[in-house]
């Protein structure tokens, strides 16, 4: 059974960095064709993708984000990192990670999410 | 790249049929038959419903279908009930750059 779990700062003041934990467990982040990206929802608004991470450490960016954030793993913890930059309170949101099917191009599984909000 | 385009809202009366559309363009919903239907309950993580249009993960009940036509796609859910109620997103790979891409989401709700 593959579970994710994101952890991380609650509050985080504007232009300040947040880092984002994903921790995947049921799955190696090292097996050939597994991929983990990162989706966040603002309150009351829609699903936004904004990063994946493959096995082999190829990576993909939101292209209107790009410039802020960083994915990366650290397969030895089995976690995916989500570094985004320069937050300003329209970054609050729920921050998922879930993982993407190689076969189905869909995410199949999903973490709980973690609220973040930014506000001096 | 815009979001797809949803209708924000959708409703139906129990043991009916809804049909819910997801617009895209040439460049993502029309080029690529990797569009899928996630379903969101409040306060809760979406779930996967439909992948690669027309297919059901293992345990998604045969009440939901998918189809595509040109850019837009559709989830249709059937013998409406009332665990149906929920937000639905589409999504759909749109490219090596632009990746993924999510519809604004369409509030259902069952009469």
């Known amino acids: 059974q593959i579970t994710l779990k994101e952890s991380g700062p609650t509050l985080v003041k504007p232009t300040q960095t947040v880092t984002l934990t994903c921790t995947v467990a049921g799955l190696s982040l090292s097996t050939n064709g597994v991929s983990v990206g990162w989706i966040r929802q603002p309150p009351g608004k829609a699903l936004e993708w904004l990063a994946l991470?493959?096995?082999?450490?190829?990576?993909r960016y939101s292209p209107s984000l790009k410039s802020r954030l960083a994915i990366t793993k650290d397969t030895s913890k089995n976690q995916v990192v989500l570094t985004m930059t320069n937050m300003d309170p329209v970054d609050t949101a729920t921050y998922y990670c879930?993982?993407?099917?190689?076969?189905?191009?869909?995410?199949?599984?999903w973490g709980q999410g973690t609220m973040v909000t930014v506000s001096s | 790249q815009s979001a797809l385009t949803q209708p924000p809202s959708a409703s139906g009366s129990p043991g009916q049929s809804v049909t819910i559309s997801c617009t895209g363009t040439?460049?993502?919903?029309?080029?690529?038959?990797?569009v899928s239907w996630y379903q969101q309950h409040p306060g809760k993580a979406p779930k996967l419903m439909i992948y690669?249009?027309?297919k059901r993960p293992s345990g998604v009940p045969d009440r939901f279908s998918g189809s595509k036509s040109g850019n837009t796609a559709s989830l249709t859910v059937s013998g409406l009930q009332a665990e149906d109620e929920a937000d639905y997103y589409c999504?759909?790979?749109?490219?090596?750059?632009?990746?993924?891409?999510f519809g604004g989401g369409t509030k259902l709700t069952v009469l």
């Open positions: 991470i493959y096995w082999d450490d190829d990576k």
């Open positions: 999504s759909s790979f749109a490219g090596s750059n632009n990746f993924e891409l």
């Open positions: 879930a993982h993407r099917h190689r076969a189905w191009d869909a995410f199949d599984i």
């Open positions: 040439s460049s993502d919903v029309g080029a690529y038959n990797y």
């Open positions: 690669e249009v027309t």
